[in-house]
């Protein structure tokens, strides 16, 4: 598969906020699930939003009430509005095309979130 293409991150005050944006191939891109992913240094990459291609969403309870993932169709594109930011949002977020574990992983976009 294609390798999708994130941008967005960067550096941002506690509290602020941040939108990613992950864009895939066109390819089944309607029919398929997409997620954003996180990894902080020294931990596990770990799940932070995911959306079907029919549009319900998932969210890690760490992210839960200031997260919200979407979807353009149109644009092959998804989001993740991040709001009141904290430090420990701070990590590299992936975004994945598919079904976890099949699919395809971006290269990754740095949020950096200072105190």
């Known amino acids: 598969q294609v390798q999708p293409v994130e941008s967005g991150g960067g550096l941002v005050q506690a509290g602020g906020s941040l939108t990613l944006s992950c864009v895939a191939s066109?390819?089944?891109?309607?029919?398929?699930?997409m997620a954003w992913y996180r990894q902080a240094p020294g931990k596990q990459r770990e799940m932070v939003a995911a959306?079907?291609?029919?549009?319900?969403?998932n969210y890690a309870d760490s992210v839960k009430g200031r997260f919200t993932i979407s979807r353009d169709n149109a644009k092959n594109t998804v989001y993740l509005q991040m709001n009141s930011l904290k430090p420990e949002d701070t990590a590299v977020y992936y975004c994945?095309?598919?079904?976890?574990?099949?699919?395809?992983w971006g290269q990754g976009t740095q949020v950096t979130v200072s105190s």
């Open positions: 994945f095309k598919g079904t976890y574990p099949s699919g395809a």
């Open positions: 066109r390819s089944i891109f309607s029919r398929s699930a």
């Open positions: 959306i079907t291609n029919g549009g319900n969403t």
